[in-house]
């Protein structure tokens, strides 16, 4: 069982930025990691995602703006956001998937929060 804590959401204004972190309780080598996110009323859906050799792809929405990364020694992933836009709100969710097994898990979510 690996445990992921998101953190670094909050509120800002339009054309700002945040960084959020995924920490993992356990190594995530063998994991390929993603960030998605859930507005109110819509579905949840996938942001970024990395693999376990570094091979990312972007929701069209967020490509140009944001950039997801990892460190392996440090067990976390981030997610770089630029350029935020009112759209961009939502709860921020970190996502790992053994890739081998296709064993999933979740964090609990960070609010990610852009006024106009």
């Known amino acids: 069982q690996v445990q992921l804590v998101e953190s670094g959401g909050g509120l800002v204004q339009a054309g700002g930025s945040l960084r959020l972190s995924c920490a993992a309780s356990?190594?995530?080598?063998?994991?390929?990691m993603g960030w998605y996110r859930q507005a109110p009323g819509k579905q949840r859906e996938l942001v970024a995602a990395i693999t376990s050799v570094g091979t990312t792809n972007y929701a069209d929405s967020v490509k140009g703006r944001f950039t997801i990364s990892r460190d392996n020694a440090k067990n976390t992933v981030y997610l770089q956001m630029n350029s935020l836009e009112p759209e961009d709100t939502a709860v921020y969710y970190c996502n790992g998937v053994v890739q081998r097994t296709g064993e999933r898990y979740w964090g609990q979510g960070t609010q990610v929060t852009v006024s106009s």
């Open positions: 356990g190594s995530i080598f063998r994991f390929a």
